[in-house]
């Protein structure tokens, strides 16, 4: 079974410059999160969304914004980059929790190769 | 927020030990997992707890769910050199602990 797939592998953009990163999610699988990593860090969680709508958001600007489509894909937008949002940018899909009775309605998380950001 | 303490932050340990790590947080989470990063690669999912108390194993590796709800460990037993690597915890939703890198020598 394919696992999480993410585009592109590798991205190199200036200040200032726009990206759209985008994130297929395991097949059966409606729920994806967004997350930073910076070298020597553990994953920043940016944004998680669930049958399409935004369920949680990281504490990041209002440069970064997502949207997930009916197919379950998501797309995750930076805009006016800055050289501190060098990183790698991983998506993860999630089914939903065994553990539905305590409100939480997702699952573990299940992580793609990630896109590698460079800003120059 | 909510934060992550993971320890040890590394291990340098011979082929054959047992390695032990563990998060805590001063805050609850209704679910622990952990992760395995190697170099260049997205963090791949070891064990997934979804009770209090919970003990799971897979494979070398074993996982406690702590009954505060509040904690959680790993142990990998016999290391060999393929679990080099960063072990990352995390709780849901979702929070990373900063990771522990484990250098295992041969």
């Known amino acids: 079974d394919a696992g999480v797939t993410q585009s592109p592998t590798h991205l190199i953009k200036t200040r200032g410059q726009q990206v759209t990163l985008r994130c297929s999610p395991i097949?059966?699988?409606?729920?994806v999160s967004w997350y930073q990593q910076v070298l020597g860090q553990g994953p920043q969680f940016i944004f998680q969304y669930y049958e399409k709508e935004e369920r949680g958001r990281g504490n990041f600007p209002d440069r970064f914004s997502a949207r997930q489509f009916p197919n379950y894909s998501s797309e995750l937008n930076v805009n006016a980059l800055l050289l501190g949002d060098s990183a790698l940018y991983l998506c993860?899909?999630?089914?939903?929790?065994?553990?539905?009775?305590?409100?939480?309605?997702?699952?573990?998380?299940?992580f793609g190769p990630g896109t590698r950001l460079t800003v120059l | 927020g909510q934060q992550l303490n993971q320890s040890p932050q590394s291990m340098f340990i011979q082929e054959g030990e047992d390695v032990s790590m563990n998060c805590t947080s001063s805050?609850?989470?209704?679910?622990w997992l952990w992760y395995k990063q190697e170099p260049g690669e997205g963090p791949v999912l070891l064990i997934a707890?979804?009770?209090?108390?919970e003990l799971t194993s897979n494979g070398r590796l074993t996982a406690q769910f702590g009954i505060t709800r509040k904690d959680s460990f790993l142990n990998i037993s016999a290391s060999i050199p393929s679990d080099v690597g960063i072990y990352f915890c995390a709780g849901l939703p979702m929070r990373f602990g900063a990771g522990t890198r484990l250098t295992v020598k041969p």
């Open positions: 805050s609850i989470f209704n679910t």
């Open positions: 993860a899909s999630s089914p939903p929790s065994p553990t539905f009775n305590r409100g939480q309605d997702v699952g573990a998380q299940y």
């Open positions: 707890l979804y009770k209090a108390g």
């Open positions: 097949s059966g699988h409606k729920s």
